[in-house]
């Protein structure tokens, strides 16, 4: 779907069809990508149509998420990193077997920090893909599992046999600083039983966290939190829901699973 101007004006979109869609991206130059089952699908048309991406080399490709960096596309597969520069119709492995279990990737803070994220935890590479250093060998959990405020700090929602937690690590730039020892517990306290579904970042920085039955908000960069799910009440159930910041990052969005976006 698509809004033009507010969350109460929405037009479905021609596609793309064949399953769930588990990653959307728009480039620099406006294209969009969706990647459905795996397969990668292209829209230059704002979503109007949408086709298959055909690609030449290799001539299938499956991947589980695709970022843009310096007008080269960056797509994950578990174990593998894939790099096209010409906007996804030939693709050469930049890393094999330099993280496991791989199904997100983002760039994040003013140096573009590769930052990749999955059921094998968390990787980061200072040098575009070519290196990579495991800080997190915990699960990540909840839509998308990481977010990065504007400085680059990131924010990392993680699962494991002590149970959930949301981690922060504090940008590092270019260094050999990003370490398992920096990445720290945040304020907040999930209740046992519950995990953290989705979470977002505004303009001020303030983080936005969904649990089960519970929505957080932190003005203070994860130190404290506090509930706010009064402020949508009677709504009390926050399974499979997602937040975002709009582009501007000024108004935060929950998708929740009464059908209705607020």
Request: glycine share 10%; aromatic share 12%; charged share 10%.
């Amino acid at each position: 779907f698509t809004s033009a101007f507010a969350q109460n004006n929405w037009t479905a979109t021609n596609g793309p069809f064949g399953g769930n869609v588990s990653s959307l991206k728009r480039t620099s130059a406006g294209t969009l990508f969706a990647i459905v089952n795996q397969q990668l699908y292209e829209s230059t048309n704002n979503g109007d149509v949408w086709s298959a991406k055909t690609t030449v080399t290799p001539t299938t490709l499956y991947i589980n998420d695709i970022m843009e960096d310096a007008g080269k596309l960056y797509a994950v597969n578990y174990s593998q990193l894939y790099v096209s520069s010409d906007g996804g119709a030939n693709w050469i492995v930049a890393a094999t077997n330099l993280f496991q279990n791989v199904t997100n990737i983002e760039k994040v803070g003013p140096d573009g920090v590769f930052a990749a994220w999955g059921y094998g935890g968390l990787y980061i590479s200072i040098d575009k893909g070519i290196n990579w250093i495991q800080i997190s060998t915990e699960s990540s959990t909840g839509k998308p599992g990481l977010r990065a405020n504007t400085a680059g700090d990131i924010f990392y929602s993680s699962v494991s046999a002590l149970g959930q937690k949301l981690y922060k690590h504090i940008y590092q730039g270019l260094t050999t600083n990003w370490k398992s020892s920096n990445l720290l517990p945040t304020g907040l306290v999930v209740p046992a039983g519950e995990n953290i579904s989705a979470m977002t970042i505004d303009s001020g920085g303030r983080l936005y966290v969904a649990t089960l039955y519970d929505i957080f908000k932190s003005i203070n960069g994860g130190t404290s939190f506090a509930s706010i799910k009064t402020s949508i009440a009677p709504l009390n159930y926050f399974y499979n829901s997602t937040l975002v910041s709009s582009p501007d990052n000024t108004t935060v969005y929950l998708a929740a699973n009464d059908n209705k976006i607020y």
